[in-house]
């Protein structure tokens, strides 16, 4: 698939699952998606390697916008990113925004064929002042 990747990471499982539901629901399969979120043992929290796996299930050519909760959900989701390494991570941007409404709008921009770098600042304008 050539649209830009869409991974939703929560501290929730149950948050991530449900934005990757309103995702899925508002623009169908348009756009590779994954979510993951908890800790692994049913808690809250985010988990390294399953980011990896979403990021690998999510995977474009065209790139892979994170979206992400918390700043510990950011920080997870940057150590990802560093442990796939390159080529791939200069195709992969982590987005500080409503994990909501960011996914939903990027994943919106995506479907039409928009780039990473639009998909990311369209979710950023969601973002407060």
Do not use: F, Y
């Not at 150590?79 to 409404?101: F, H, L, S, Y």
Request: proline share 4%; charged share 15%; glycine share 14%.
């Amino acid at each position: 698939m050539s649209n830009v990747g869409i991974v939703i990471v929560s501290h929730s499982p149950l948050v991530a699952e449900g934005t990757a539901d309103m995702v899925r629901q508002m623009v169908g399969d348009e756009v590779p998606l994954a979510w993951c979120g908890g800790n692994g043992h049913g808690g809250l929290g985010t988990n390294v390697e399953a980011i990896m796996g979403a990021i690998d299930k999510a995977w474009s050519e065209a790139g892979v916008a994170i979206l992400v909760d918390l700043g510990g959900a950011e920080t997870n989701s940057e150590m990802a990113v560093e442990m796939i390494g390159e080529p791939r991570a200069q195709k992969i941007i982590v987005c500080n925004a409503p994990i909501v409404e960011g996914a939903v709008m990027a994943a919106t921009e995506a479907s039409g064929g928009a780039s990473l770098r639009e998909v990311v600042a369209t979710a950023h304008e969601l973002s407060p002042s």
